[in-house]
């Protein structure tokens, strides 16, 4: 505080921004299912292993640990990409650019998951 019994700058109260909060809020929602969607695609993964035994060798552990990534992963993401919008939310700080961030990490764990299972097929001969 001032000599005067004013505020400093770094000492007042932040004020919460209406079109921050509704359209974070807009934002999570959306997410919410984005995160749903690409675990469901994340099931895919499994196809990875159609051609194991005929025509190729594979690591069946690698293509498993591959399809628990592809479909726990972006839900996992969706809960960390949440409980950090609702902490900047209730510390006042602009929230609307973490689902944002949510929207590319969620098919970045699906599209890594598709390529450690492609990675564990080697085709024979």
């Given amino acids: 505080m001032r000599e005067d019994g004013s505020m400093t700058s770094s000492q007042q109260p932040r004020t919460r921004r209406s079109w ?11 997410f919410a299912g984005w995160a749903i969607v690409c675990a469901f695609a994340g099931v895919a993964v499994a196809f990875a292993g ?6 190729a060798v594979c690591n069946t552990d690698q293509i498993g640990t591959a399809l628990y990534i592809g479909i726990g ?4 993401v969706g809960v960390i990409i949440v409980i950090a919008t609702i902490v900047r939310l209730v510390r006042k700080r ?3 650019f973490v689902p944002l961030i949510g929207f590319v990490l ?5 599209v890594a998951a598709y390529i450690t299972a492609a990675n564990a097929v080697v085709p024979i001969g």
């Fill in 20 to 30: 921050d909060t509704i359209l974070t809020i807009v934002l999570v929602i959306l």
């Fill in 73 to 76: 992963g972006p839900l996992v």
């Fill in 50 to 55: 159609d051609s194991c035994g005929a025509s």
């Fill in 94 to 96: 602009l929230a609307f």
């Fill in 106 to 110: 969620a098919p970045a764990v699906v």
